[in-house]
């Protein structure tokens, strides 16, 4: 779904023992990444089952229903609600005339059109040959459309055979790039570590709001656009906290409810970087009906991922569009904001200052007026509570705080009394 003209979809949801508004949610979410693919919906069909058809997903019925309005609409494509078993897309494709896809080579598609980075192209195309490959079996004609070109074959060689060869050749060449990126990143991260900065990562369900923050608190300047996964590639800036001392930001691929189990395994790399902050900032979208979902969707991955442990603050977003029926989750410490409004964005600053003081040791040091580099030093990597200079003993009193095992502890000790 990357071609330039749009796309006319039909939409088909099975609705199982899950309640209405849940199914409600789960389809308009269908809806907004159809749109966000730049699909024109020209209709939805809706089932009520105890269990998805095991061959057909819908039921027989169902599928002429949809054969009749396929007739009559005419659409590109057939999106499904959910992952179909390689089975069921053979099935459905032998009755319907449009291409048939589901939620995952959707989420997938899209992640393609977003991917800036040669990692993340990487990491989406690895995906993307993962969920291919036990579903080659009535591809048709060619996979030219993952853009890798198949090899030329040997004689007496199947068309099946050789695209499978190709795709297992295909991704343990990109996991070994992967592998390439990942070591640079780790050494990277490793720098960072030796020099102590504070590190804090925004995650949360995907459109909640956290590049406009990204960007209004690090003074950057990342893509955003009210549109699912408009973050694909973690951008880290330098973030002022409101005393002067200078932390680090990570903005990270948004989640989403039945994230593709491919793309959570190949985004793993880029989510390790989430898994050295000090601190996560959980944005979640409170104008958004569903957000107590979008909350726990985010909490399971970030447990799936070895990161629940990590100290979070809840940064409830959207505060100027807030639902009626809002209630915060009590799970952890949080706040309400609006990530456009500066006055809430200065009290998110200042309650993060509060929280890094949590994880540093006080100090109160004598440092003398000729000692310019080390006071510069600490005004940036402290946080600085007070400074006075005693005229009487030309030095500056400080109070501050600074993080354990920092380079300029050392320095500190050796001007305490």
């Known amino acids: 779904m990357k071609n330039e003209s749009i796309e006319k979809v039909i939409l088909v949801g099975c609705q199982l023992e899950e309640d209405d508004l849940r199914f409600q949610y789960s389809l308009a979410e269908l809806e907004e990444l159809t749109e966000t693919a730049q699909g024109q919906i020209v209709a939805s069909i809706t089932q009520k089952r105890d269990r998805v058809h095991p061959s057909t997903y819908i039921g027989k019925g169902k599928v002429e229903e949809l054969s ?3 007739e009559q609409l005419e659409p590109d494509i057939i999106i499904f609600n959910d992952e179909l078993s390689p089975s069921q897309i053979r099935n459905l494709s032998r009755e319907l005339n449009a291409r048939v896809i589901d939620r995952t080579q959707l989420i997938l598609d899209i992640f393609a059109g977003r991917a800036r980075s040669r990692e993340g192209k990487l990491q989406v195309e690895l995906a993307q040959l993962q969920y291919l490959l036990p579903r080659l079996i009535g591809q048709g004609a060619s996979l030219s459309r993952l853009g890798g070109g198949i090899g030329t074959r040997g004689p ?38 030796r020099n102590k900065t504070f590190q804090i ?27 699912l996964f408009a973050t694909l590639d973690p951008m880290t800036r330098k973030m002022p906290l409101p005393c002067g001392y ?19 395994a190949a985004f793993r790399s880029t989510l390790e970087e989430v898994k050295e902050a000090d601190l996560l900032l959980h944005i979640v979208d409170s104008s958004n009906p569903d957000y107590n979902q979008h909350e726990k969707t985010v909490q399971s991955l970030l447990s799936e991922l070895s990161m629940d442990a990590l100290p979070q603050l809840t940064v409830y977003n959207k505060r100027d569009f807030i639902i009626p029926d809002f209630v915060p989750s009590g799970e952890s410490d949080s706040i309400l904001i609006s990530a456009l409004n500066e006055g809430d964005r200065g009290q998110l600053l200042l309650k993060i200052e ?4 949590t994880h540093m040791i006080p100090y ?37 705080y600074h993080l354990e095992d920092h380079p300029v502890a050392g320095s500190i000790k050796k001007f305490q009394r």
């Open 201 to 227: 990562a925004l995650v949360g369900y995907t459109n909640a709001g956290k590049s406009t923050l990204f960007n209004r608190i690090s003074m950057t300047d990342s893509y955003e656009e009210n549109q």
């Open 364 to 400: 109160h040091a004598f440092i003398p007026a000729n000692e310019g580099k080390l006071l510069s030093q600490l005004k940036n990597e402290t946080i600085l509570r007070k400074i006075e200079f005693l005229e009487e003993s030309t030095v500056y009193e400080l109070t501050g």
């Open 354 to 357: 509060e929280i890094v003081k």
């Open 246 to 264: 200078q932390t680090l930001l990570t903005d990270t691929v948004g989640f989403i409810q039945d994230l593709p189990t491919t793309l959570v």
């Open 156 to 193: 007496g060689e199947t068309k099946l055979e050789s695209d499978r060869r190709h795709i297992y050749r295909r991704i343990d060449d990109i996991k070994k790039q992967l592998q390439t990126i990942v070591e640079h990143r780790v050494r990277y991260r490793e720098r960072r570590k």
């Open 68 to 70: 009749i309005l396929e």
